[in-house]
Each structure stands twice: as C-alpha cells, then as structure tokens.
C-alpha cells in the first residue's frame, strides 16, 4: 500500500531510462464512448487503468453498453447500444472524473432518462454550466440536484432538435465542445457548435474529431468560430490507444531535471496528441530531443534556460514545467492557461503556493506564472486532490533531498502504477 506521504528518492547520477506510460485517457475516453454509441462491436486495446478511464467504462455499461475485458491485457470489447442508451432510470457515479462526467451526461441526453449523473464531493464543485445549458437549449431536460450547472444532474431525453445550432464560450473548457462533438451525429440533422469566445487546448478538439473518423465520422469541420458534424452513425471499431502523451512529460521532463535520457516508446510525430510537442519545449529549454516511428527521447547535459511560452493548447502540462524551470538559469513565463484554475485544483494558485514552500520563486499571473531562477530545497507538499500537481512536484525530488508528497494515491486517477515507474528510474 502506498504510504499517506511519499518520500521521493533522489536521483545520485543522470538517468538512462525507457519508460512505457498508459494509454491516452483522452484518446480512450472518446473512444468509450463512440464505441458505446455504435453499430456492432469495437475492440480498444491500450486502454489505460486509471480511475478516470475505470469510471467511464462503468458509466457506458450503465447506459447498455456491454463492456468485456479481453485476455490481452488492457483490451475491451465493447458492444454498442446502436445510438440508444438504456432507458431510466440510471445511477452514474463518475467519481472524481471531470472528463466521464461532461462525456457520460452528453451521452444521457439521447436516451429516454431518467439518468442520474453524480461524483465525489470535489467534482461537485467543478463546473458543468456551459454543457448543461447547451443540452436544455437542445430541447433535453436538465434538472440540478442542488445547483444549476453542478452536479449531481438529471438529464432526461432523447434530443430531437432538427438543424441544431449551439452557442458556447470556447475558453472555458475544450470537455464541454467534445461532449456535444460526440454525440453530435445521432442529433436528426447534426450539429452546429458557435464559438462565442476564442478556443482553449485546440488540440484537443483535433483529437475528438480524429476518434470520431476511427469510429465512421468523416466531414467533422473545425474553423475558429464554429465546429460542424454531420448526421451520421458510428460503426464497431478496432483502435490502439497511442501513448498518453501528458503522462509522457513526467518521465521526459525527469531527463531535463537529473540529466541523462529517457525514452518513451509509441510516442511518435504521428500522435493526435497536442501535449507530444512538449519534448520540442523541453528542447527549447536546453535538452536534446529525438522523435523517430519508435517513439520519443530527450537528454541533457547543459544547462537549462529559462522559456517565455503560451500553453494554451498543452495546458495539463503547466505543472510539469513550472518544475523543470525552477532548475533553469533564467526566467520562465507561462502564459494563456487562466482557465486551469478551475481544474481538479487550482492549477495555478495551488501550484504557485506549494512550489513556493521549497523555496522556488512563483508568482501568478492573470493568465498564467512566472518561475524565476533559483535552488529548491525539501518540503513536504500537498497535492490539493490533484494527480498532476502530485506527479509534477515528485519530480523535484530526483535533485533536491527532501522531497515528500502528501496523498500520492491521488495519482490513480491517471497513472496507478506511477511511483512504481519513478523508482525504477533511478
């Protein structure tokens, strides 16, 4: 059992490390639910363990879905529901998964309800607004349990809007785009998706509409101000889930902090990822970096400089790099992620406060923070329910003694065998 804090073993001498990560938890999740949604029967292979994932496999066999697992490991059959969730009434439990539980709730809105979505206290104060009045405007019955755009919800359906046009704010959250994307083509005539502000982590827009072709979508369009899908069906499908490409920054990230090089295997200039330009970053910075058909490495021997960079499109690695440049020699800007403030923490005033405890120089901003250069030194540091924060501040420790993380089974929710893989690597 992990212990209530972990300690965080140095790291004496560089790396020299091959690291195979989980599969994508957004290629995976997209891919659940297309596969849920369609004609016949879908194979995913790949399939990461966190709890994340674990939440949305139990919500789709909830709605109908048959979901077995293979003997090959991390393999699902999964049999769809041909467009129509099992009627009501249903209990969804999403845990603590943002993700399952903006995809989960668009995916209720097709069938007849009554379906219950609901998670674990911290979810409940995460936001849904922005998704549950573009499903009311979309004729589906949207009933709070206690506050609008909160969960728990209720949602009732199916939609049957002809010619649907929706307005959304696009710098809220890319979840809330996706969730509507999904379940776009079994809307009578499709789906027209406004933006009314600019769009936040565009990448992972991409990566929706990439899933979405693997399943039989083809004609998704995406421009700066509106995003259209067709009418159509998904068809049973086999897909491989690529590498995740934000877990991928922690090792990687590791080989620009203690020096030496570690390779992800999978992880290729092919990834639908947005987050596997993170490697080109840590190049800017100061490592070397080779991306090839068998995945990714980066090393280094020099020092490391200090970067101004807008991470709108690879904002779950904010936390990563704000490690890796408290060891640089000069200042780091990060700018154009004000929106992580509402993730699993506050992704940016929970991060600034607890590097700060190691004596690391941060400073918030409107719309991101500032690294100055200077030596950390030991704390322990709370991981505010967050797996990232957890997994980005246990990288400190491979250079500075004294590292400990409060709560380390937070990382579950994406990672479960994580602290296995940091101690193997030095």
Not at 166 to 173: R, T
Not at 311 to 330: E, I, Q, Y
Not at 358 to 363: C, E, H, M, P, Q
């Amino acid at each position: 059992m992990t212990p209530t804090v972990y300690r965080v073993r140095w790291a004496n001498e560089p790396l020299a490390a091959t690291v195979h990560v989980p599969g994508s938890k957004s290629v995976a999740n997209r891919a659940i639910i297309c596969a849920a949604l369609a004609d016949g029967v879908s194979y995913l292979s790949n399939v990461p363990d966190g709890d994340d994932t674990a939440a949305m496999l139990d919500c789709v066999a909830a709605l109908g879905a048959g979901v077995v697992p293979e003997a090959d490991v991390a393999t699902y059959r999964i049999d769809g529901v041909a467009g129509v969730p099992r009627p009501g009434p249903v209990a969804l439990s999403t845990r603590l998964a943002g993700t399952t539980s903006r995809f989960v709730t668009a995916m209720a809105a097709l069938g007849a309800g009554p379906y219950t979505i609901d998670g674990a206290p911290q979810l409940r104060g995460r936001p849904m607004g922005a998704l549950h009045d573009a499903l009311a405007s979309l004729g589906v019955s949207v009933q709070p349990g206690e506050t609008w755009g909160h969960l728990p919800v209720t949602i009732s359906g199916p939609c049957t809007t002809t010619n649907a046009l929706l307005q959304i704010p696009g710098d809220i959250s890319s979840q809330y785009v996706t969730a509507l994307m999904l379940i776009g083509p079994y809307l009578p005539d499709g789906l027209r998706i406004r933006l009314i502000s600019p769009l936040v982590s565009r990448g992972y827009i991409g990566i929706t509409a990439a899933v979405m072709q693997a399943f039989g979508i083809d004609g998704v369009h995406i421009d700066d101000d509106l995003i259209v899908v067709p009418a159509g069906r998904y068809r049973g499908s086999r897909l491989f889930v690529e590498p995740d490409a934000s877990s991928a920054g922690y090792p990687l990230a590791a080989a620009a902090i203690a020096g030496g090089s570690v390779t992800v295997p999978g992880l290729t200039a092919s990834s639908l990822q947005g987050d596997a330009a993170f490697a080109h970053v840590l190049g800017d910075m100061g490592c070397e970096v080779w991306v090839d058909e068998r995945g990714t490495t980066v090393s280094r021997d020099g020092p490391l400089r200090g970067i101004d960079i807008d991470m709108v499109d690879m904002s779950d690695l904010v936390p990563t790099l704000s490690v890796v440049a408290a060891f640089a020699h000069t200042r780091t800007t990060i700018r154009g992620v004000g929106f992580i403030r509402a993730k699993e923490s506050d992704r940016l005033g929970d991060l600034c406060a607890e590097l700060r405890r190691t004596g690391i120089d941060a400073r918030e901003t409107d719309d991101g923070l500032v690294i100055e250069p200077g030596p950390p030194h030991g704390a322990r540091l709370g991981t505010h329910h967050d797996h990232r924060l957890a997994m980005a501040f246990s990288l400190l420790g491979l250079y500075v003694e004294g590292i400990e993380i409060e709560d380390p089974d937070v990382v579950s929710k994406s990672w479960p065998g994580y602290w296995d893989m940091l101690e193997a690597l030095v």
